[in-house]
């Protein structure tokens, strides 16, 4: 059986704010997408998300931020947050509402980027400067990606809501699995050293890395790779929110290429609650499916 290597949670339930934390098995890493009501969850559940993704700043959407904020302050760490454009000026406003003059040795920073068609644009957020607002340009946006990293994409595309709300989709870039048995046949034990060479491939290391298996032993990437690992296309976990059935949906070409067959798991929202959905996107109207969109 394939492990699952994206493992998500409704932070709120069904019926409560969107709030979906998709986990990072075995690397101790989260993302979020949305940011509702928070402050029922555990720090320790919080504290592995690096990276926040905003559909949009309607309130059961965005009022987490003050609590995010709140348990990230004094970390050593920088939150990247995602969202549609104006999503910058969000931040600032909810900054703008405390008093900041005992944070000039504080290392945190929260930094900004706002998602439109064809470029994205990005600002920090200091604690060490009062979260002054700083522009940090933009970069040109080629296809639906708006973050990768060697392990997991994610993608965004507009939906229409009266405003733009961002529907959002984490792919993982490539699943590798041990096949059952062969560490056994070779004469390998378990250990560490397979978590390096599973990222080794991930990012397109030469074949003739060299891996560490044991103490004094040491084979190369392909040997291992070839010997031992499965590898398959990565999961992947669609996220739609508040879609209204209107034109601007049901034509939208980045939402159909991003959400295609809506692969491992759909998580949607309409009206008042948050509907898991699996196989089939609907747009939904005052909490209920009204027409399906594939």
């Known amino acids: 059986m ?4 994206l493992r998500t949670r409704l932070l709120n339930g069904q019926t409560g704010d969107p709030a979906l934390l998709v986990q990072l098995r075995w690397q101790g890493r ?5 940011l509702g009501r928070i402050d029922r969850t555990p720090a320790p559940v919080l504290f592995p998300i690096e990276a926040v993704f905003v559909s949009h700043a309607h309130m059961d ?13 004094a970390r050593e760490s ?14 600032q406003g909810k900054l ?4 900041w003059n005992l944070t000039d040795e504080y290392v945190f920073a929260v930094d900004v980027t706002e998602i439109a068609d064809d470029v994205l644009t990005h600002t920090r957020f200091a604690a060490r400067e009062r979260f002054e607002r700083r522009p940090l340009g933009t970069t040109t946006r080629k296809g639906p990606a708006v973050f990768e990293d060697p392990y997991v994409r994610v993608e965004a595309a507009p939906l229409d809501h009266k405003i733009v709300s961002m529907a959002y989709a984490v792919v993982e870039r490539t699943h590798l699995n041990v096949r059952p048995g062969t560490l056994e046949s070779a004469g390998l034990r378990p250990g560490p050293w397979l978590n390096v060479l599973k990222n080794a491939v991930r990012r397109g290391a030469p074949d003739d890395t060299p891996i560490d298996v044991a103490p004094g032993s040491r084979e190369t990437l392909a040997a291992l790779r070839d010997a031992l ?3 398959t296309p990565g999961q992947k976990v669609d996220y739609a929110v508040d879609t209204l059935f209107s034109p601007a949906n049901v034509e939208s070409p980045r939402l159909w290429y991003m959400v295609g067959s809506l692969s491992q798991s759909g998580f949607l929202t309409g009206g008042p609650g948050v509907t898991g959905v699996y196989g089939k996107l609907f747009a939904f109207t005052g909490g209920k499916p009204r027409s399906p969109l594939a």
């Open 229 to 231: 690992l499965d590898i």
């Open 61 to 73: 959407h965005f009022m987490g931020f003050d609590q995010l904020l709140r348990l990230f302050l």
């Open 96 to 99: 703008a509402g405390y008093t």
């Open 2 to 5: 394939t492990k699952t290597s």
């Open 78 to 91: 920088t939150l990247r947050l995602f969202g549609p454009v104006g999503i910058a000026d969000c931040v």
């Open 30 to 34: 989260a993302v979020l997408i949305d």
